[in-house]
Structure formats: structure tokens, C-alpha cells
């Protein structure tokens, strides 16, 4: 069963930068698309990144230009580096993959647990 691990997330004031990592674990035979989530309190979930195994991204409006998404395949880890943050960007931030454990496999997708990020002065 495929695992999504995240760490990184915390507190941080106008302005800073803080970067999330997210591994993917448990016999995987293939990582494909990976991305990043964020939900806030009474809002629902919304994509923030994408990244693709060739590496081409996607990103929300609201952060483009001050988050990157990047990913390590050999290590089916995917990071979000987060800068000049804003308290807009308080939320949950979801890890995100797809993934199947053979090659006639199904793909399918799988969650993290969520790590909260506020930023507030």
C-alpha cells in the first residue's frame, strides 16, 4: 500500500519562505503525477502544484512565482518551496499522488495526512 509521508510544515510570518517535502513509500512500481493541496477552514480543497514525471508543472494563479514544486523521481519525493508567503496562504497543504504498485497495475491516487502551515505576524 503506497504512503505518503509530509513534513515541513509550521509556523512562519509575512514574508518568509518555508519548504515541504513529501515521500512516497510502500511497493511502489511507479510514481506519476504528484502535487500539493490546501485546504483552509470552511473552504474546500484546492490544487496548489502539480508536477509531472517529465517534470512539467502547474501551479494555481495565487502562488505562481513565489512557490516552485519540484520532485526527486529516484526518491518518489516531491517538495514545495513556498516564499514571500501571505496570510491568504494559512492552510493545510495536502500531498498528492498517483501511483500503482505493477506494471498492469490500476493507478490510483493516494493522500497524505495534511501538515498545517500558518503564516501570521
Known amino acids: 500500500q503506497v504512503q505518503l509521508v509530509e513534513s515541513g510544515g509550521g509556523l512562519v510570518q509575512p514574508g518568509g519562505s518555508l519548504r515541504l517535502s513529501c515521500a512516497a513509500s510502500?511497493?511502489?512500481?511507479?510514481?506519476?503525477?504528484m502535487g500539493w493541496y490546501r485546504q483552509a477552514p470552511g473552504k474546500p480543497r484546492d490544487l496548489v502544484a502539480t508536477?509531472?514525471?517529465?517534470?512539467?508543472?502547474n501551479y494555481a494563479d495565487s502562488v505562481k512565482g513565489r512557490f516552485t514544486i519540484s520532485r526527486d523521481n529516484a526518491k518518489n519525493t516531491v517538495y514545495l518551496q513556498m516564499s514571500s508567503l501571505k496570510p491568504e496562504d494559512t492552510a493545510v497543504y495536502y500531498c498528492?499522488?498517483?501511483?500503482?504498485?505493477?506494471?498492469?497495475?490500476?493507478?490510483?491516487?493516494?493522500w497524505g495526512q495534511g501538515t498545517q502551515v500558518t503564516v501570521s505576524s
Open positions: 498528492n499522488a498517483d501511483a500503482r504498485m505493477s506494471l498492469y497495475g490500476s493507478l490510483n491516487n493516494y
Open positions: 510502500g511497493g511502489i512500481f511507479s510514481v506519476r503525477t
Open positions: 508536477i509531472a514525471t517529465a517534470g512539467n508543472t
